[in-house]
């Protein structure tokens, strides 16, 4: 059996921009992922609320996803492959950053797993690198995220560059979801299920293949 960690935020985590609550286990796309790769793969989801890439959140704390990714990934090795889904909360108006920062935050984190040896044999797990989805017009952007929204179209191109760096995989979420228009940030269900379907056709075409699995 192959492992799969997806590293991320509240939309890993399952966060419904409706009841603000969380989406049943099957609804999520960690859970669509799992049931297009069948029993011989095991997707482990570790989704945080307010998780960012490297900044330590003054505010809420406990957040930075710098020092959580050793701890998380040593938990459940050996890992064939990290689906990293970081970002959104970067642009929170307090953290001041721009779509290149959140980039580079999220680079930090690939060549983490990349020089680890949380894979099989010792060896490092392989990498998929996800670029959040741009946000939807919302009028709670305006509460924590001023700014973001223009921010956020500059995602897919910043975060393909830190794929071309790091040598690992790369997909632009932008291509086939949309955030939700109640909140601007958040994934709703049939968005969930579109991510899950997407990331499965990235790894069987790109990723399973490369590997002869």
């Not at 286990?25 to 859970?31: C, E, L, Q, S, Y």
Request: glycine share 10%; hydrophobic share 35%.
């Amino acid at each position: 059996m192959k492992t799969i960690v997806c590293f991320g935020d509240s939309n890993t985590w399952g966060f419904d921009p409706v009841t603000r609550d969380r989406f049943a286990p099957k609804k999520r796309w960690t859970a669509v992922l799992q049931k297009e790769l069948g029993k011989d793969y095991l997707v482990i989801p570790e989704g945080l609320n307010g998780r960012t890439t490297v900044w330590d959140d003054p505010i809420e704390g406990w957040k930075n996803g710098k020092k959580q990714i050793i701890p998380v990934l040593g938990s459940h090795k050996p890992i064939d492959l990290v689906v990293i889904l970081l970002g959104t909360n970067d642009l929170k108006q307090r953290f001041s950053l721009s779509a290149v920062d959140v980039a580079r935050g999220a680079k930090v984190l690939v060549e983490i797993v990349q020089k680890s040896d949380f894979g099989p044999d010792g060896k490092a797990p392989k990498v998929l690198l996800l670029a959040p989805p741009e946000f939807s017009p919302s009028p709670e952007l305006d509460y924590l995220f001023e700014g973001g929204l223009e921010k956020s179209q500059n995602f897919g191109v910043e975060f393909y560059k830190v794929a071309e760096e790091t040598g690992c995989y790369f997909m632009d979420t932008g291509k086939f979801i949309e955030s939700s228009e109640i909140d601007g940030i958040h994934l709703d269900e049939e968005n969930h299920e579109l991510l899950g379907e997407a990331v499965f056709g990235i790894i069987q075409r790109e990723i399973l293949k490369s590997t002869g699995s």
